[in-house]
C-alpha cells in the first residue's frame, strides 16, 4: 500500500509539472506548480479594518486588552492619534490577537492542496494576458519591482506575477535558472550542464533582465546600486548604475558556508552554481591523470585518488554517490589498473547522515554507501582483503585543510587528492549589508544569523516595500528549512499577493483592495478582506543513494511514506523529471540519462 501511495504522489507532482508545462507552451516557461501554493481559507474572517492614516498605525493584532484597563488605554490612545472611527475599530479588530493568529494558523492539508490546485488555474489565466508585443508599454505608469536573484524564489515569483500590472525587472549576474539538485550529476557528466539550465528571458516575455551584480541597496532613495563587467576583446570594463525600484525583491540564496576553518576556500572544491560543477568535473579528470603518471608508488597513488567530501547532507551523499556509481561504471573500462587504490570518504560532523530523513531511511543510506563496493569485489576487480574502497567518518568535525591533508577535529589526518565541501549556508555580503540598514533586522540576529527576518506575508522587517525569499531568509512566526521548495512557493505565494491587489503596505496585516477576480479568491477566499500567511505545503523529500537507488520521503498531511532502494528511484527520477522547469529541460535530462546509461559517462575535460 505504501508503494501505491508512493505512486499516487508521484502521478500528482508529474500534473503539476504537466500543469506548467502548458503555461510554457503558452507563454512562458513552466513553474513547479507541484511545490506551489498560497493562502486557503474556508473560514469567513473578522471585519476588515477601517482605513487609517499612515503615521497613526497601530499594530492592534499584537496588543493585548485583556481589562478594562487595557482597553480603555487602548482607546485613548487611538482617540491621541486622531484615528477615526476609535470605537469602531476596537469593535471590529480582536486586541487580543485573534485576527492575526487566525491568519498564520496553519490551515487543513486538503484546504492547502485545494487553494494551490485552483491557484495553478489562476497562474494559467494571468499568462493569457501577457503578451510579448506589450513589453514596454506605459512602462512608467506601472509600478517598478526589482527582483535580485534568479534562483528558486524568484523564478516562481516571475513565472506567477502579473507582469502586464507591474513593470519587473530582474538582476542578476547569472542569465539563467538553475536547477540546483542535479548539480553533482552535471560534475560527474551524468547529466550535461544546459540541460539543467533555462534561460531566465523565458520565464515571462514581460520582463526585463539585467546581467549585473547588486551591490547595495538605499531604503530611503529606493534604488538599487549594481555593478555590471562589460568585455571588448580581451580586456573588460566594470560599469556601475543605480536602478530605482517601487517594490524590491531580494532572493539572492545564499553562499557555502566555511565557518572560517584554515584551508577550506583555498583547497576545497564547491558545488553551488555551475561554475562550481564545471570545474569539480575537470578535477575529477585531473585526479585520475595525474595517477596515472608512471613512477609514483602505490601510497602516492592512493593518495592522489583519495576523495574527500564534506557535508552528509543531500548535497554531500548524492556527490558521493554519483561519484561511486562513475568508479563502478566508467573507471573499470577507462582506468582498470588503478580502481585498486581509489578511495571515498564522507567527512560529517555529527552523528548521522541526512539529518532531515527518518531515522531508518539514513541507516539504510549509510548501508547502502558502505557496501556498493562489494559487486566491484564480486566481479574480482577489487581485493577484498584491501582497505575499503568507501568510508563515512561521522562525529569528526573538520580543524583545517593543508594542500594534501584534511585535519579533522578527532585528531586524525586524511591524506587526500580532491576534497568537496558540501557543509551548510553562509549569508552573502549584499544581504549583511542590508541587514545593517535596518534597526529590527540587527535586533533579530541572534536568532537569524546573517538572514533577513521576514513576517508571515514575507515583508522584511522594518523595511518599507522590501520583500525576501528563499535562503535568505529566517520566517520569524514558523523558521522554514533552507531548500529550494520552500523558496518556490514563497515566490509564487508573494506573486499572487501582488496579482489579486493585496495593499501590502497595510501592518500589521495587509488587506485586499478593489473587487475580486479570481478563481481563488472567488472560490475560497470569499468576503475575507486578509489574506491568510504563507504555509509551507512539504511534500517531502528525495535523495539519490546510487545504483539505481534512492531514498524517497513523501509525505500526505500527517502521513509519511518512505521508500528506499529501486522505488526510491523511481520516485526520485519521475520527481525530478517532472519539476524541471520546461519541456525542452525535461527532453534533455531524459536524453543525458539514456546516454550514460548506453555509452558511460564522457571523461573529456573541458577546458
Not at 485576527?99 to 484546504?111: F, G
Not at 532613495?221 to 555593478?227: F, P, Y
Amino acid at each position: 500500500m505504501a508503494s501505491y501511495a508512493a505512486a499516487v504522489l508521484i502521478f500528482a507532482l508529474q500534473m503539476g509539472g504537466f500543469a506548467a508545462g502548458v503555461i510554457s507552451a503558452h507563454q512562458r516557461c513552466g513553474v513547479i506548480s507541484s511545490h506551489q501554493r498560497s493562502s486557503p481559507s474556508f473560514i469567513p474572517l473578522l471585519p476588515a479594518l477601517r482605513q487609517r492614516p499612515s503615521d497613526g498605525r497601530l499594530h492592534l493584532a499584537r496588543r493585548s486588552a485583556s481589562t478594562k484597563l487595557d482597553e480603555e488605554k487602548l482607546r485613548n490612545e487611538l482617540a491621541s492619534r486622531n484615528v477615526d472611527a476609535a470605537e469602531s475599530a476596537l469593535g471590529e479588530v480582536d486586541v487580543g490577537g485573534g485576527l492575526l493568529k487566525d491568519l498564520v494558523k496553519p490551515r487543513p492539508y486538503a484546504a492547502v492542496v485545494t487553494q494551490k490546485f485552483i491557484e495553478n488555474v489562476d497562474d494559467f489565466l494571468v499568462s493569457l494576458r501577457q503578451r510579448p508585443s506589450a513589453r514596454g508599454a506605459e512602462k512608467g505608469k506601472r509600478e517598478r519591482i526589482v527582483v535580485l536573484g534568479t534562483g528558486w524564489g524568484s523564478h516562481a515569483f516571475l513565472s506567477t506575477v502579473d507582469a502586464s500590472k507591474y513593470e519587473v525587472i530582474v538582476i542578476s549576474p547569472r542569465n539563467f535558472f538553475l536547477f540546483t539538485p542535479m548539480l553533482a550529476g552535471a560534475a560527474l557528466g551524468t547529466v550535461e550542464y544546459r540541460s539543467i539550465t533555462d534561460p531566465i528571458r523565458n520565464v515571462n516575455p514581460l520582463v526585463d533582465y539585467y546581467e549585473a551584480t547588486c551591490t547595495d541597496i538605499d531604503p530611503v532613495k529606493k534604488t538599487v546600486a549594481c555593478q555590471s563587467v562589460v568585455c571588448e576583446g580581451t580586456s573588460c570594463t566594470i560599469e556601475q548604475f543605480e536602478v530605482p525600484y517601487d517594490r524590491l525583491l531580494i532572493g539572492v540564496g545564499a553562499q557555502t558556508a566555511t565557518y572560517n576553518i584554515p584551508g577550506v576556500k583555498e583547497h576545497c572544491q564547491f558545488l553551488k552554481q555551475v561554475g562550481d560543477a564545471k570545474k569539480l568535473r575537470r578535477a575529477i579528470g585531473n585526479v585520475f591523470e595525474r595517477a596515472n603518471i608512471p613512477g609514483l608508488s602505490d601510497a602516492q597513488r592512493q593518495a592522489i585518488l583519495t576523495f574527500v567530501v564534506v557535508g552528509a547532507g543531500p548535497t554531500g551523499v548524492e556527490l558521493m554517490s554519483e561519484l561511486l556509481d562513475f568508479v563502478e561504471q566508467d573507471v573499470p573500462r577507462y582506468y582498470p589498473h588503478l580502481l585498486q587504490h581509489v578511495r571515498v570518504k564522507l567527512v560529517e560532523a555529527t552523528d548521522t547522515v541526512l539529518m532531515a530523513f527518518d531515522e531508518s531511511l539514513r541507516q539504510k543510506a549509510a548501508e547502502r554507501l558502505l557496501s556498493r563496493p562489494d559487486r566491484l569485489v564480486a566481479r574480482g576487480l577489487l581485493d577484498a582483503s584491501a582497505d575499503p574502497l568507501t568510508e563515512i567518518k561521522l562525529q569528526a568535525g573538520v580543524k583545517e585543510i593543508t594542500d594534501t591533508e584534511v585535519v579533522l577535529t578527532n585528531g586524525d589526518r586524511v591524506a587526500y587528492g580532491l576534497v568537496v565541501w558540501a557543509a551548510g549556508n553562509g549569508p552573502l555580503p549584499l544581504v549583511l549589508s542590508a541587514i545593517d540598514k535596518f534597526s529590527e533586522q540587527k535586533a533579530a540576529q541572534s536568532k537569524a544569523r546573517g538572514r533577513l527576518v521576514v513576517d508571515p506575508w514575507l515583508r522584511v522587517k522594518g523595511a518599507d516595500d522590501i520583500f525576501a525569499i528563499g535562503d535568505c531568509t529566517l520566517m520569524d512566526e514558523t523558521p522554514l528549512p533552507a531548500t529550494a521548495q520552500v523558496a518556490s512557493q514563497q515566490g509564487a505565494f508573494l506573486g499572487r499577493l501582488l496579482n489579486h491587489d493585496v495593499d501590502l503596505r497595510a501592518h500589521p496585516i495587509p488587506k485586499r483592495l478593489g473587487r475580486r477576480g479570481s478563481l481563488s479568491e472567488v472560490l475560497i477566499d470569499g468576503s475575507n478582506d486578509y489574506p491568510k500567511a504563507f504555509q509551507f505545503l512539504n511534500l517531502g523529500i528525495l535523495a539519490y543513494t546510487g545504483d539505481n537507488s534512492a531514498l524517497a520521503q513523501v509525505q500526505f498531511d500527517q502521513n509519511v511514506i518512505k521508500q528506499a532502494g529501486t522505488v526510491g528511484w523511481l520516485l526520485w527520477r519521475g520527481v525530478y523529471l517532472s519539476k524541471q522547469v520546461s519541456w525542452r529541460n525535461r527532453f534533455l535530462v531524459g536524453v543525458d540519462w539514456l546516454k550514460t546509461r548506453m555509452f558511460g559517462r564522457d571523461i573529456c575535460r573541458d577546458y
